[in-house]
């Protein structure tokens, strides 16, 4: 076979290279073994140029023109390097990376973290992918996480994407003391951090370690403390949109107004979304509410009827007299037909003063007899 026979030296190179170059590509897409086809890479440039890209498709790694996106998953990760050497490496620009890791072994994850990380790592001519997206990225440690954002943020991708699954919490085994590098990002814009295992201690080292000049999007699922948001928000008053989802395990730990937390103004700021309790941590941070802010309430699994409600109506007592209002109403409180409120609960809900609303849309689920009492609830409050 291939590998008992020294291409390089032997009298078989000079015969294979008299071939044209389509009668050699040929001749290689005929090998059939993977470490044989990998052999080939190696012999001398022409050679590279054919069996790279050959040996990067059959791992999975598919670029065509008519696609922006670039999926790495399974054995594809082990053939990066390899396709980073193609010629046709050279063509792809501006595509979106997705690597979605392996969520079932975890040598095997910890391997494609290696590849992938040498993968971003290394330099590149031009600007590849414009954003790069990581799932299930389970056993990152806070300190790996802003290794993978400043890497990604290097090759001057726009948007860097990291998440974990739900069901390795035991991958996560940050090592004590561990000390995070400062990361200060020059060309994202778009950042989200989704981690189901952070703890709020680490969160706030993470956020504390991270600047970002140009950020104009910030996304986090997880369980930040409203001191650590508030300190990484401050240094970042000019972001335009955020974006929360809750993973606390019950409400009574969820994301609350408290001290100490910074007070601060972000003029740029047009779009907020997360559920009533986030919202209502943030705005009370804010000096100033601008005018022009459009707020979008999501849900929180962990909240009664009464909480919803109330955080909703809390958090827009902290807004201005033009803010424009989108309310996503959980189906769940519809579908137990758990939408009614005591007389006690509406008097304490109307004790709550309200702005001018400029525009309210509220996005119920499908329609029952709940939805009606509701929007009808909703209704009497902002008339009166």
Known sequence: MLRDCDLTNCELQFCILVLPTEVIEKVITLVDDLNDLRSLTYVNRLFVSIACHIYATRHGIHVTTTSCLVKIQR?????????????LFARVQNKHLICILDDRDLILAKTQIKALRTFLAAPFIGRPFVSVTIHYADCLSPSEILQFIECIDHLGCESASISSGLCNP??????????????????LKSLDIDHQYLSAWQWSSLLFHLTGRGLEALFIQGQPTIHALSKFLSRHSHIRRLRFTSRWVNHTHCMKPGSPQEIFYMPLLSEMEGPPCHLQALLSCFSRVLDALTIKVGQDSRMTYMQYVCGVLCSVNLCGPHVHLEIHFPARYVLNDNVELNQSEMKSLTAITLPEVASLEISFPPTSKGVLLVGSCLYEMYKN
């Open 75 to 87: 054995d594809s990760f082990q053939a990066l390097a390899t396709w980073r050497r193609s010629r």
């Open 170 to 187: 035991k991958w996560f085994n940050p090592s004590p003391g561990q000390k995070l590098p400062t990361i200060s990002l020059l060309h």
